[in-house]
């Protein structure tokens, strides 16, 4: 079922493009690629779902890429332009703090921080904390499984170093 909600995931997160191959699972992630609808370049996406909302890692035209949308109805309404405070916390690594920001009433725009996609790379945990303006907080779980493998060609066409 998880894999079903995740290949899901995957196409709503994902836009029409040419030359899309056929995502696969490895481990918690689904992953797939796709020549860019502009033609800049290649899409190289790797998804994973927790309870309420998906965190999405892309190099899109080498530019890295991290989103949160929703997988369950019931998830706490935002307006486009709506920022956020984010905290990842990964295994026993330090916490890292970052900014994101509301694209629209579905989807979160996570400030790209290299640092969050080195630490996921070899994580077996990833906890989200997701602050909205009025305080509330969201915490989010990730059985980061398989994330390694999942994540080689996105490192390889958006380099961490």
């Known amino acids: ?11 709503c997160a994902a836009s029409a493009a040419h030359a899309q191959l056929e995502p ?15 033609g800049s370049g290649r899409i190289f996406t790797a998804v994973t779902s ?9 190099c899109i035209a080498k530019r890295l890429n991290l989103t ?10 935002r307006a486009a332009g709506d ?21 629209d009433t579905q989807v979160i725009q996570i400030d790209p921080d290299k ?7 070899d994580a077996r945990e ?17 059985d980061a499984a398989g994330a390694q493998k999942a994540l080689v060609d996105v490192i390889r066409e958006c380099p961490l170093d």
């Open 83 to 103: 920022q956020f405070r984010v905290r990842f916390r990964v295994d026993a690594l330090p916490d890292i703090d970052t900014n994101a920001r509301a694209l």
């Open 24 to 38: 696969k699972m490895i481990g918690n992630w689904m992953v797939s690629s796709e020549t860019a609808p502009s």
């Open 50 to 58: 927790g309870r309420t909302m998906a965190l999405s890692v892309r």
């Open 1 to 11: 079922m998880k894999r079903l909600m995740v290949a899901g995931l995957l196409a």
């Open 126 to 142: 990833i906890v989200v904390r997701l602050t909205a303006p009025m305080g509330v907080t969201e915490m989010l779980a990730y």
């Open 115 to 121: 640092r969050i996609v080195k630490a996921i790379r």
């Open 68 to 77: 949160l949308f929703p997988v369950a109805s019931g998830t706490t309404p």
